[in-house]
């Protein structure tokens, strides 16, 4: 009887309880990965969506992302092992510092290693002080000034809002009119509020987008597996850029030499020019590059996080334990870790609310959706909500259907198939992820 107590004891002690900050897809997949590992106990999502409101292990709790004191008190009352911040505004904002000095484990940059995402001027100055390749470029307070010198660029040009506007705040000006219209809108209309009060105008880019995440404890850099994103709204890689309405995993453009040439000559000097200015980076770092048509690697941004839909691809392609390489993040010993993956493809494919990435309703029911993801599939919700034992949309994004398969033919039409079974009101998607 003594020795099945102990046993009790001993398990209790290795029960990990985990809180993952956020409310979207790449939140809802994270938690449906770190619940599959033995070691956790239970999930908490702050706060979560009507997904992550069935999986096993988790529960939602209703705390707003930029609560810190919120989060904060949750984690330290509840006996959190570790937490995981998903997106990128309480990151800008500092959350991580914040949980340190309480002593509490997470995964994620500090405040100050957050600029690489929460600036693009901070990100471009500090590439080309560390010689990492990307688009040349100049950065603007005046609308004036900038629309002086998009007229002595060649078109088209790409206009970014400075900080964060959840992926809205770049346009690729197809004609000077365009980019003067996106000055405009940005400097002197404040579209994007505080985030425009200073752009960053680059040379356009031509050739394959590429998603390329790693995670590391600040000296170990492990990377994931590649994968493309698809930003623009429509089929064809047309209209506005969005969040992502789309991804595949992996990226049908990598190459064992390509990988090389990432780590060598981007991720590797950017986590070490970031040891040298005095801000160790932890935790994931995003890349999205152009592979141009010469086959150079060129960043086009960083994000402080992992990318959402990629998130959803490559969450479905991990074998090992996500529990075990967050954690080794936080105690350095990343190098210890060596992640498993699936060989077969994943496609993901996001269904949105119509006017998505402007203004759209809400509150619309869902029909075709079952409390449990199909064998054959996952669905990953970001913009649902419960109530009464129905699901409606609560944003622009609102879920990313994913499979793998033997090929990536197969893995589409696994999700196209279930994307028919699934309705509301002004509902669209792209039907080109993958092609």
């Keep these: 009887m003594k020795n099945f107590f102990l046993f009790l004891v001993v398990i209790n002690l290795q029960a990990k309880k985990v809180l993952i900050i956020g409310g979207g897809g790449r939140e809802h997949a994270l938690a449906w990965k770190i619940a599959q590992s033995p070691q956790v106990e239970k999930v908490f999502v702050a706060p979560g969506n009507a997904g992550t409101l069935y999986e096993q292990k988790t529960r939602n709790v209703v705390i707003d992302v930029n609560d810190f004191d919120g989060l904060t008190s949750f984690a330290q009352e509840n006996n959190i092992d570790l937490t995981i911040i998903g997106p990128e505004v309480p990151l800008a904002n500092g959350i991580v510092d914040v949980f340190k000095k309480q002593n509490l484990d997470c995964v994620g940059p500090c405040k100050k290693a957050a600029q690489l995402e929460a600036s693009k001027d901070f990100a471009k100055a500090f590439m080309v002080r560390h010689n990492i390749p990307t688009a040349k470029y100049k950065t603007f307070t005046n609308a004036e000034d900038a629309k002086d010198y998009a007229r002595l660029q060649k078109i088209p040009l790409v206009i970014k809002a400075d900080g964060l506007a959840a992926g809205k705040g770049v346009v690729i000006a197809q004609t000077l009119k365009e980019a003067e219209q996106a000055i405009e809108q940005m400097l002197v209309q404040k579209k994007f509020g505080h985030a425009s009060q200073k752009i960053v105008i680059e040379e356009f880019l031509e050739g394959n987008e590429l998603s390329f995440i790693v995670l590391t404890d600040g000296k170990t850099i492990v990377p994931l597996v590649s994968s493309q994103d698809h930003k623009r709204l429509l089929d064809g890689n047309k209209g506005p850029n969005t969040g992502g309405m789309g991804a595949i995993s992996p990226a049908p453009i990598m190459t064992r030499q390509l990988h090389d040439r990432i780590m060598q000559e981007i991720i590797e000097p950017t986590i070490a020019g970031?040891?040298?200015?005095?801000?160790?980076?932890?935790?994931?770092?995003?890349?999205?590059?152009?592979?141009?048509?010469?086959?150079?690697?060129?960043?086009?941004?960083?994000?402080?996080?992992?990318?959402?839909?990629?998130?959803?691809?490559?969450?479905?392609?991990?074998?090992?334990?996500?529990?075990?390489?967050?954690?080794?993040?936080?105690?350095?010993?990343?190098?210890?870790?060596?992640?498993?993956?699936?060989?077969?493809?994943?496609?993901?494919?996001?269904?949105?609310?119509?006017?998505?990435?402007?203004?759209?309703?809400?509150?619309?029911?869902?029909?075709?959706?079952?409390?449990?993801?199909?064998?054959?599939?996952?669905?990953?919700?970001?913009?649902?909500?419960?109530?009464?034992?129905?699901?409606?949309?609560?944003?622009?994004?609102?879920?990313c259907v994913c499979a793998g398969g033997d090929n990536l033919d197969c893995a589409r039409e696994l999700v196209y198939k279930r994307i028919n079974k699934i309705n509301w009101p002004d509902m669209f998607c792209r039907a080109d992820i993958g092609l």
């Design 274 to 399: 970031m040891a040298q200015e005095g801000c160790e980076y932890t935790g994931f770092l995003y890349a999205g590059l152009m592979i141009t048509k010469e086959g150079d690697p060129k960043v086009l941004e960083f994000n402080c996080r992992l990318g959402d839909p990629e998130t959803q691809v490559i969450m479905m392609r991990l074998q090992s334990d996500l529990y075990d390489l967050c954690d080794a993040v936080y105690k350095k010993q990343l190098q210890n870790i060596k992640p498993q993956w699936s060989l077969q493809p994943a496609v993901g494919v996001v269904l949105a609310s119509g006017g998505y990435p402007q203004q759209y309703k809400k509150g619309y029911l869902i029909d075709g959706l079952t409390l449990k993801s199909p064998d054959d599939c996952r669905i990953f919700h970001a913009g649902t909500v419960s109530k009464d034992d129905t699901i409606l949309t609560n944003g622009g994004r609102v879920m």
